[in-house]
Each structure stands twice: as structure tokens, then as C-alpha cells.
């Protein structure tokens, strides 16, 4: 059985992954577990998904902060590894340490934080093991470039209509390279349909719950989100390795 644990900065990611691996591979060969991590405590978190035909097991955990993501893949690696997993970590490139080099994205300021973390990885046991990706600047990026999902939310949110409204135009841009705080675009989107987004599980688990395979699909193919992109297809080849 291929083995795979997703060290995530937060409850949202958390959900977002799990659901991104369930549009991969569905759960006819998958098998998952989700914890919040807390005072290097594991706490199952809601959902799980118990197969004994799977081919795939994934364990997803929340760290509860972007800064605590690679500390803890630094801290439990080697159990993982040792156990037979690979491991990918997940964090938000916008950050308070971000905003101490730049306030607006900055390329060079983004290879600074991942040549620092790739440096880091690389004195690890098993360097080869492990892979963090960031999300550029937010996990609301790749929300903004999976734009067909908002319809599906509310009708009122066509691409048309937050052209309109805040002249946003989603099938154009790159959310990754236009927006420095891109969850602040992405709660004004769903304050046109007087939706309210404070980031909670429900609110998120509802609009992650819209994303289908095609939607990921479509964004890969147009070459933006490209954070996205080199997450998404790691997972990818590493389920298609158990399938």
C-alpha cells in the first residue's frame, strides 16, 4: 500500500486536500485519516475513511499554523519515513514573515522562503521523501482560479457579474500574481452573495465540496495557479504509483 502524510497549515487545507485526493482517485482504493496536531498532540480530526481494499492511505494533519508545518515534518520525518511513508507539507507563502521583506508579492522574496525551505529539507534524513509546496500567497488563490466553483456556490456569482462588481475579471488573471492577501478578493466574491467567509470548517467544507476533477483540470491546462499545479500533480503521480 502506498503511504502518504500532508502536514497542512490549517483545518481549511486540511479539508481542501482531502477532498483533492477523493476527485483523484474516489474511494473505491482509498484510505484516510485527518488529526489536528496540538502541543505535539495527534487528535482525530472529522472524517475518515476506513478500506481494506485500498491501495492508498493518506494521513492529513493540521499543524494550526503555517509556521509549524516544516517544524513538524523536521520532528516526526523519520517516523514517517521509517513507516513507509512519503511526505508533503502545505503552507501559505503570505505570512508575517513575508510581509517583514515585502508588502506586495515579490518573485525574488518567494525564492528566498523556498530556497531557505528547501535548504532546510535537504539536511533531513530522506530529503528525497519529503516535498513542501506553498500555496501562492493563499489556499484562497487556487479558490479564485477554480472561478467555475462560485456559480455553484451562488448563481449570482458569474464571472460576469464580479467583472462587474469588483473588476475582478477571474477568467484573465493569474491569482497567484495578482493578489498579495488573495482571501481578502476571494471574501469580497462571496460578500456579493452575502455569504460570509471568517474561514470557518463549514464554510469551507461547503465550498470545497463544489470542486470536481474537470475544475482542477481546467485550471491546470490554463497554466495559471502554478503552485497549485505542482501539488496537485505530486499527488497525482504518487497515487498513480498504488493504481
Known amino acids: 500500500m502506498k503511504k502518504i502524510v500532508v502536514f497542512t497549515e490549517g ?3 486540511l479539508i481542501f486536500i482531502r477532498h483533492i485526493i477523493t476527485q483523484i482517485i474516489g474511494y473505491e482504493y482509498l484510505s484516510f485519516q485527518c488529526f489536528d496536531l496540538i502541543s505535539d498532540s495527534y487528535r482525530k480530526a472529522s472524517y475518515a475513511q476506513d478500506n481494506p481494499n485500498a491501495t492508498v ?3 492529513i494533519i493540521n499543524v494550526g499554523t503555517d509556521a509549524r508545518v516544516l517544524s513538524a515534518i523536521a520532528k516526526y520525518h523519520e517516523r514517517y519515513i ?4 512519503d511526505i508533503i507539507g ?28 528547501n535548504d532546510y529539507i535537504s539536511k533531513l534524513n530522506n530529503p528525497e521523501k519529503i516535498h513542501l509546496f506553498f500555496a501562492i500567497m493563499e489556499l484562497e488563490a487556487w479558490f479564485l482560479g477554480l472561478y467555475n466553483i462560485f456559480v455553484k456556490v451562488n448563481p449570482l456569482l458569474t464571472v460576469e457579474n ?20 488573495p482571501a481578502i478578493i476571494f471574501e469580497k466574491i462571496l460578500n456579493l452573495a452575502k455569504i460570509n467567509y471568517d474561514k470557518h470548517e463549514k464554510e469551507i467544507e461547503s465550498f470545497v465540496s463544489k470542486i470536481t476533477l474537470d475544475d482542477i483540470k481546467y485550471l491546470i491546462e490554463s497554466n495559471r495557479c502554478n503552485s497549485f499545479a505542482s501539488l496537485f500533480l505530486e499527488i497525482e503521480e504518487k497515487i498513480d504509483e498504488a493504481t
Open 82 to 85: 521509517t513507516s513507509g511513508f
Open 162 to 181: 464580479i467583472k462587474k462588481q469588483l473588476s475582478v475579471d477571474l477568467e484573465t488573471i493569474d491569482p497567484e500574481t495578482s493578489f498579495f492577501h
Open 90 to 117: 502545505i503552507r501559505d507563502m503570505y505570512s508575517e514573515q513575508y510581509k517583514k521583506k515585502s508588502n506586495k508579492i515579490d518573485s525574488d522574496v518567494n525564492k528566498y522562503f523556498r530556497d531557505l525551505t
Open 57 to 59: 492511505y493518506f494521513e
Open 11 to 13: 483545518r481549511g487545507e
